[in-house]
């Protein structure tokens, strides 16, 4: 079946310092992807849906400089959260669709964000 | 933004159990989806129902759609502990581009 990877699962990085996050489609092209953040016990927040060669939409109350979002590829979307801080910790989760809209939708297995 | 609003929050059975779980939506939408998540992991999967379908099963999950007042449930059967997890309903919000917003999701312990 379809499969998203994302890298890495896991990352400690320093305040300040700027930490980037993959996600692949594996077999299968994906146009849109988008990028999730869960706090713990909490459900999944959309923060932007990752558009193939164009500028990512972000939902309202996400900083675009904070949160930036590249999808070089049609199998490739990043997220790179820029001069991380504390409160930036938690789990990031991309997910991307196979073939046309209202299809299955698939997820990442997501990546843990800790600011130290 | 959340779109669907699961009830109960939090859920507690015995093994052999049914169990079902509830989700309310605001928007139109093409379809709903439901997920499972092991805690600390990503999202699994379990079923999509569109909106022009009311029921749909898959092995021990039973899915219902009601549009009329936007809502959705999802049974268990024959519950094990294995399927102790955080379940989430999932819409599209009936958007082109399958933009999936969540509820805040049910917490599931199955107890052996």
Same mark, same amino acid.
Request: with cysteine; hydrophobic share 30%; charged share 20%.
């Given at each position: 079946?379809?499969?998203?990877?994302?890298?890495?699962?896991?990352?400690?990085?320093?305040?300040?310092?700027?930490?980037?996050?993959?996600?692949?489609?594996?077999?299968?092209?994906?146009?849109?992807?988008? /990028?999730?953040?869960?706090?713990?016990?909490?459900?999944?927040?959309?923060?932007?849906?990752?558009?193939?060669?164009?500028?990512?939409?972000?939902?309202?109350?996400?900083?675009?400089?904070?949160?930036?979002?590249?999808?070089?590829?049609?199998?490739? %979307?990043?997220?790179?959260?820029?001069?991380?801080?504390?409160?930036?910790?938690?789990?990031?989760?991309?997910?991307?669709?196979?073939?046309?809209?209202?299809?299955?939708?698939?997820?990442?297995?997501? %990546? /843990?964000?800790?600011?130290v | 933004s959340q779109q669907g609003?699961?009830?109960?929050?939090?859920? #507690?059975?015995?093994?052999?159990?049914?169990?079902?779980?509830?989700?309310? $939506?605001?928007?139109?939408?093409?379809?709903?989806?439901? $997920?499972?998540?092991?805690?600390?992991?990503?999202?699994?999967?379990?079923?999509?129902?569109?909106?022009?379908?009311?029921?749909?099963?898959?092995?021990?999950?039973?899915?219902?759609?009601?549009?009329?007042?936007?809502? #959705?449930?999802?049974?268990?059967?024959?519950?094990?502990a294995a399927d102790?997890?955080? $379940?989430?309903?999932?819409?599209?919000?009936?958007? #082109? $581009?399958?933009?999936?917003?969540?509820?805040?999701?049910?917490?599931?312990?199955?107890?052996?």
């Open positions: 079946g379809a499969v998203v990877s994302q890298h890495p699962s896991r990352v400690i990085c320093k305040s300040g310092t700027s930490v980037k996050i993959e996600c692949r489609s594996l077999d299968f092209q994906a146009t849109t992807m988008f /990028w999730y953040r869960q706090f713990p016990k909490k459900s999944l927040m959309l923060m932007a849906t990752s558009n193939e060669g164009s500028k990512a939409t972000y939902e309202q109350g996400v900083e675009k400089d904070k949160f930036l979002i590249n999808h070089a590829s049609l199998t490739l %979307s990043t997220l790179t959260v820029t001069s991380a801080h504390p409160e930036d910790s938690s789990f990031y989760i991309c997910s991307a669709v196979q073939g046309v809209a209202g299809n299955t939708i698939y997820f990442g297995e997501g %990546s /843990w964000l800790t600011v | 609003e699961e009830d109960p929050q939090a859920l #507690s059975i015995q093994e052999g159990e049914n169990a079902t779980m509830n989700c309310s $939506y605001k928007t139109s939408i093409n379809n709903l989806q439901w $997920y499972r998540q092991n805690s600390g992991r990503g999202l699994v999967h379990l079923i999509l129902i569109r909106s022009n379908e009311r029921e749909k099963h898959s092995g021990r999950l039973r899915v219902t759609l009601d549009t009329s007042k936007k809502s #959705s449930s999802l049974l268990i059967t024959a519950s094990r102790t997890a955080s $379940y989430f309903c999932a819409t599209d919000g009936g958007t #082109s $581009y399958d933009k999936v917003i969540f509820g805040p999701g049910t917490s599931l312990s199955v107890i052996p």
